[in-house]
Each structure stands twice: as C-alpha cells, then as structure tokens.
C-alpha cells in the first residue's frame, strides 16, 4: 500500500513538470525523469525480494523408489514427532516417538491392479459385494488382516526386500509430514475435501464405494488419501490407550485379544474421524468393503 502511494502521486505530478518546463527549466525535467522511474525502482526491488525469499525456503526433498508391481515407494526422513492427540482416551498420552533411521513407505494403498499382480486373486468380486467399485487404480479391500499380510510376505519373495504393514506410529508420522494439527494442512475441516474421500465428497454426494487413488492432493512427503477413501490396517495389535507403547516408532504387537488397528478413516467416515491421530479397533473374523492397506519398506544401513 506504501510503495503504491509513492510511486502513483509523484509520478502524475512528474508528468505535468515534463510537459510544460522541459525546455525552460531543465533541472526540473531531471527531477521529473528521476520520479518517473520511482514504480520501476520499486517493482524491481520487490522482485528481487521475492526472489532471495524464494531461493532462502528449504524445499521439502521427495525421494520415491518405483518397485516392480507399480507401487511409488516414497522416503520418509528419520526423526522425532509427537504422537496422538488429547481429543479421546485411546489417543493419550501424547508421547515423543523417535525414528532413527528413514523408511519407505507406498504413496497410496495397494490397487487392485498391483494385488492381482502379488496374490493372483480378487477378493473385491462377488455378488453379496455391491458397494466395491472395480477398477485397476481402485484400492485392493476386502481381504482378511492375514491376507494384507500374506501379500507383504510374497512382495518381499518377489522383490527381494522386506516388506511389511506400517506401524501405527509410521503411519501417523508420514500422515503428519511434520504438521502438529488434527490435519497435515491444518484445522480447517473446510479443506479437507481437497485431501480426502470422506462422507461430504461421497456419500452424502450419492457416491458409494472407493474412488480411484491418487486423485486428490498429496501431503507435504508425497503420500495420497492418508485421509479417507479406505481405512488402512496397521501392523499393530489394538490397545486402548498409549500407556506402554514403543517410543522408537515399532509396531506395538501382543494386545490384549487379536483386534489389530486401523488408520485414517474412509469414503463414508465424518471429516472429524478422518485425522491425522483417530484409531479403531478391528475384530479379524471377517473382510471388509472399506478397508484396505499401503506397505513400507525398510531401508537397509
């Protein structure tokens, strides 16, 4: 608003001096001239401005390792997060988590596309299953806790790596990506729906079933739909609270009974369940339409 100002009076009032003393009194034109060129002065100030600014922000560095099924496996940076949230019971006690060392971890859940490729089966068709939409980018839902982990097994065979379920505490730190809010783009529920299927996009819109990965915008680290469309298992075994849990960022494992835990909320979950710190319980007699699963990988020193 300043600089505007400066640069809009003097330079009308230059114009006038210009016109009708330019011959008469030369010193005047000078003065006139050097007022002209004020917004010029200024614009290439603010620029440069912008530009140092611009050059001085450290950008977030992704690295992604493509496997041989098609998945886009994503580094996450070792370090140190806060976990869970003072929202409800089964998120408390905040506590430090620490990762010593980086990890990979897939962009988006499994497909189906990248199932088949692994297990050889579809377990998403039948005729009781109605809601599935089918389809290659779609997530791979409807398999037993086991199963999730039968693929993680035979995706190690075939790649000759270890792969595994991420932990709950790998899970939230990616879906963080170094954000301390409900969400990785803040606590404005409003925004979400640039994020995350949840109710508000599909379902209530009409929409039943999971929507092709990737479609939305990803976090800060790369990773799509952490938020909503399927809930996704984590290698954890369920406990309702945090008091006793592993602080170096492993799966918690030997709960109570054989629930495990799932993460992030889906197509049909409220905004306020879809977060970066909600966590469910899930009884493992059964599959289930709306949950699915993404993989890490461990990096190797």
Request: charged share 20%.
């Amino acid at each position: 608003m300043g600089q505007k100002g400066i640069s809009g009076r003097p330079t009308h009032h230059a114009c006038g001096l210009v016109r009708g003393t330019s011959r008469g009194a030369p010193g005047m034109a000078y003065k006139s001239l050097f007022f002209r060129f004020i917004p010029v002065l200024v614009a290439a100030f603010v620029f440069a401005s912008v530009l140092t600014i611009g050059c001085s922000r450290k950008k977030t560095e992704l690295v992604m390792v493509a496997n041989s099924v098609g998945m886009n496996m994503l580094k996450v940076p070792a370090g140190t997060f806060f976990m869970g949230s003072t929202e409800d019971a089964s998120q408390m006690p905040v506590h430090e988590v620490t990762f010593a060392l980086p990890f990979l971890m897939s962009s988006t859940v499994v497909t189906q596309q990248q199932w088949k490729a692994v297990m050889g089966t579809e377990p998403w068709v039948g005729e009781d299953l109605n809601s599935v939409q089918i389809g290659l980018d779609r997530p791979a839902v409807n398999m037993l806790f086991e199963d999730a982990s039968e693929f993680c097994r035979r995706l190690s065979a075939l790649e000759g790596k270890n792969y595994r379920l991420p932990s709950e505490a790998e899970w939230e730190y990616a879906a963080r990506a170094g954000s301390k809010g409900r969400w990785f783009f803040g606590d404005s529920v409003e925004l979400l729906v640039q994020y995350a299927w949840c109710d508000t996009n599909s379902r209530s819109s009409g929409y039943v079933g999971a929507h092709p990965v990737a479609l939305l915008k990803p976090n800060a680290l790369g990773f799509y739909d952490m938020y909503g469309n399927v809930w996704e298992f984590c290698e954890d075994a369920w406990h309702g609270n945090y008091n006793g849990v592993p602080t170096d960022g492993s799966a918690w494992l030997g709960g109570p009974d054989s629930d495990r835990v799932m993460r992030g909320g889906s197509y049909y979950s409220t905004p306020e369940r879809a977060n970066s710190t909600v966590r469910y319980n899930i009884v493992l007699d059964k599959p289930y339409e709306n949950i699915g699963f993404r993989v890490v990988c461990e990096i190797s020193n």
